[in-house]
């Protein structure tokens, strides 16, 4: 065995390393997605796959007591299967955080046992990453052991659905003028005017004849942003008018839910395209708040140069891997994705380190404000993650799916679930008190994390970011750091 294989923690390969809360046997795992998710639990050492839709373990061993052969997912990025071509499909014109995971079929609930026949029942399982239609039909009724985990807290919907998102934002936004102060209340100008149609149909109608020749984009509430609808001109759509009138005709379905709001009219531009940059956002708990923030990340450009003079032109206007694949003059091989890491040194080379900085605090404050607005609505459980996508959209004046897209993509969220799994910690080797492991930060904890004076982000001319514990876009020597980490948390538990 080499000097690397016998570093605690990750690269154990002795089972009775990897117990932790969970005793001395394997961490049994089930996964309702067939993507890079997959791929990183089943090549994680100290993990098995429980009977399920998508497992692949043998009709005749199903149930049994795998053998612990695993090939260590810190060296493994990017090898366990093709990416595919399709990509995200987040929409980049309002801050929203998005689900990672992509539903399939879902799984009926059984209860946790061991059969006639000595196997593992379909509900024995430690960790379930599971799809949100699963989640509906079975929490509520489901009883979860001390030391399982499971995707998604109950109401998730309360921030991934845009009109939720936008109430609790206005809610909050209230509360702290209220009680701090107009200029407090100014931090939450992340998000432009919005309102949700029908129930604010009028109030919409009011501020679109103020504002004649304004551009206004329109999104399904509960669904991927494909297509929407931008106008301004004078006088209100009346493709949208009759769908919003109080229904006279109760036999008729309910309209659909939808937001409008004023369309970014100046982007900040490369190149002169628009772009959104994604970033990977982990909740822990709720009560209190505790937040991680990824380093690595990506920014999305449009293939088409930015103009209004074609609203209605999606190469132009959507960031959307999956929108712009389909342009005639879209290259495969150069894709339209930048690491956050290379977006950072080029905006700190352009406008310089100070306001790459403010842009990123920025992000910062996106996140811990939008978190906030839901934290006294979310039901917090114990046994729950969440791991949220947010697309930002900057303006200009900040200067004056876990599907892969590619390999580069593939090892970004290799990595990323890989360092979640790390966070999660089933298997007890850290201490708890980390504010980095793998590519993650602490970036909250019922307070906001202050760094450490030893962990700089040094982009383009060597200055250092300010005092947060947030560095996203910075260094990701993430393997380095895991090794570190182990080695001396295994010292602290043993001193």
Not at 39 to 58: A, H, I, K, Y
Not at 66 to 93: A, E, K, M
Not at 385 to 403: A, H, I, K, P, W
Request: hydrophobic content about 30%.
């Amino acid at each position: 065995m080499s000097k690397v294989a016998r570093i605690p923690g990750y690269q154990s390969k002795n089972p009775k390393q990897n117990r932790g809360i969970i005793g001395d046997r394997e961490i049994r795992f089930k996964c309702s997605l067939q993507n890079v998710i997959l791929d990183v639990l089943r090549g994680r050492p100290g993990w098995t796959e429980v009977p399920g839709p998508n497992s692949q373990v043998p009709a005749a061993q199903q149930g049994t007591r795998p053998s612990n052969q695993q090939t260590s997912g810190l060296t493994q990025t990017g090898n366990q299967s093709r990416p595919s071509n399709t990509g995200s499909s987040q929409s980049s014109n309002i801050i929203v955080p998005s689900r990672f995971s992509r539903p399939i079929q879902p799984v009926a609930p059984q209860a946790t046992q061991v059969n006639a026949q000595g196997r593992l029942g379909d509900g024995d399982w430690d960790f379930y990453w599971c799809d949100r239609e699963w989640l509906h039909q079975n929490y509520d009724t489901m009883f979860l052991h001390e030391h399982q985990k499971i995707l998604h807290f109950r109401n998730h919907y309360e921030l991934t659905r845009k009109n939720l998102m936008v109430k609790n934002l206005k809610r909050l936004r209230k509360q702290t003028e209220r009680e701090q102060g107009k200029t407090e209340a100014q931090s939450f100008d992340f998000y432009p005017t919005t309102y949700e149609l029908p129930s604010e149909y009028h109030i919409f109608v009011e501020e679109f004849k103020k504002n004649l020749g304004i551009i206004w984009i329109m999104k399904p509430a509960a669904k991927e942003n494909i297509n929407h609808y931008q106008t301004r001109q004078k006088d209100v759509p009346e493709t949208y008018v009759g769908e919003y009138q109080p229904l006279s005709d109760q036999t008729r379905d309910v309209p659909e839910t939808y937001v409008v709001q004023r369309y970014i009219e100046n982007p900040l531009l490369i190149g002169g395209r628009k772009f959104d940059v994604r970033v990977y956002v982990l909740v822990c708990s709720y009560n209190p708040l505790k937040v991680w923030l990824y380093r690595g990340g990506f920014a999305r450009f449009s293939n088409t140069r930015f103009s209004l003079d074609s609203i209605e032109d999606t190469y132009v206007h959507l960031t959307n891997v999956a929108v712009q694949k389909n342009a005639p003059d879209y290259d495969p091989e150069k894709g339209c994705k930048w690491s956050t890491q290379q977006l950072r040194k080029y905006l700190a080379a352009k406008h310089g380190v100070d306001k790459v900085q403010k842009m990123f605090k920025a992000i910062d404050n996106i996140i811990i404000k939008s978190l906030q607005s839901v934290q006294k609505i979310i039901i917090n459980d114990k046994h729950c993650f969440e791991m949220y996508g947010y697309d930002v959209v900057n303006r200009n004046q900040c200067f004056s799916s876990l599907t892969a897209s590619g390999k580069e993509d593939y090892d970004l969220k290799f990595g990323l679930i890989s360092d979640l799994l790390n966070v999660l910690d089933l298997e007890n080797r850290l201490t708890g008190k980390e504010k980095r492991i793998g590519g993650w930060d602490l970036l909250w904890d019922d307070g906001p994390i202050v760094a450490d004076d030893n962990m700089d982000c040094t982009p383009a001319n060597g200055s250092a970011v300010s005092t947060p514990n947030s560095y996203l876009g910075c260094f990701n020597d993430r393997k380095k750091q895991l090794r570190e980490i182990y080695l001396t948390a295994q010292s602290v538990k043993k001193s």
